[in-house]
T-cell receptor
Framework: QQQVKQSPQSLIVQKGGIPIINCAYENTAFDYFPWYQQFPGKGPALLIAIRPDVSEKKEGRFTISFNKSAKQFSLHIMDSQPGDSATYFC????????????????FGKGTKLSVIP | ETGVTQSPTHLIKTRGQQVTLRCSSQ?????VSWYQQALGQGPQFIFQYYREEENGRGNFPPRFSGLQFPNYSSELNVNALELDDSALYLC???????????FGSGTRLTVV
């Protein structure tokens, strides 16, 4: 059962464009939503994360929008650059559940972003 | 401050063999998790260790096992390797509060 659905699978934008990646979750216990960036041959690196008490968070050129009622969240990359070309993963976990496996991350399947010069 | 380091970086094993992967957690981190990332997929949670005890496991069979040592480093052991075990194995450490997981670069395991 896939608990975090991510779309699109791949995305091509021109330099300066604003790619948007969407995720939807099912488990209402999730209360922490990070985005990871992964380059070939490397592990995922945390980009930005949001808690459900806010609807938007910005860090540099990266913005997360969060819709708690729809159980959806999205990543926007402003003024995208060729160096942003990578695979992006959304993830979700629960920070309030302290049982076994607490804080485990459930990942989406990833979006391969290509930014064309 | 060092990040998460994993060894080896690449490994080729034959079906039925056993393998041990190693991870050194980031300084100050006491929780280690292991993830399996198949080609073109997102990482899948295998298990988590806190204070040398396994405190959570994903949907993986018992032939996947692990250890955490007093210095918070960790091992992932896989017995009776199957072709489908071919994947990138990622180790992630955190301070135990659930935020700010730091991932290593992974070990690429190929089972032939």
């Amino acid at each position: 059962q896939q608990q975090v659905k991510q779309s699109p699978q791949s995305l091509i934008v021109q330099k300066g464009g604003i790619p948007i990646i969407n995720c939807a979750y099912e488990n209402t216990a999730f209360d922490y939503f990070p985005w990871y960036q992964q380059f070939p041959g490397k592990g995922p690196a945390l980009l930005i994360a949001i808690r459900p008490d806010v609807s938007e968070k910005k860090e540099g050129r990266f913005t997360i929008s969060f819709n708690k009622s729809a159980k959806q969240f999205s990543l926007h990359i402003m003024d995208s650059q060729p160096g942003d070309s990578a695979t992006y993963f959304c993830a979700a976990s629960s920070l309030t559940w302290s049982g076994a496996g607490s804080y485990q991350l459930t990942f989406g399947k990833g979006t391969k972003l290509s930014v064309i010069p | 401050e060092t990040g998460v380091t994993q060894s080896p970086t690449h490994l080729i094993k034959t079906r039925g063999q056993q393998v041990t992967l190693r991870c050194s957690s980031q300084s100050g981190h006491n929780t280690v998790s292991w993830y399996q990332q198949a080609l073109g997929q997102g990482p899948q949670f295998i298990f988590q260790y806190y204070r040398e005890e396994e405190n959570g496991r994903g949907n993986f069979p018992p032939r996947f096992s692990g250890l955490q040592f007093p210095n918070y480093s960790s091992e992932l052991n896989v017995n009776a390797l199957e072709l489908d075990d071919s994947a990138l194995y990622l180790c992630a450490s955190s301070s135990g509060q659930g935020v700010g997981y730091t991932f290593g670069s992974g070990t690429r395991l190929t089972v032939v």
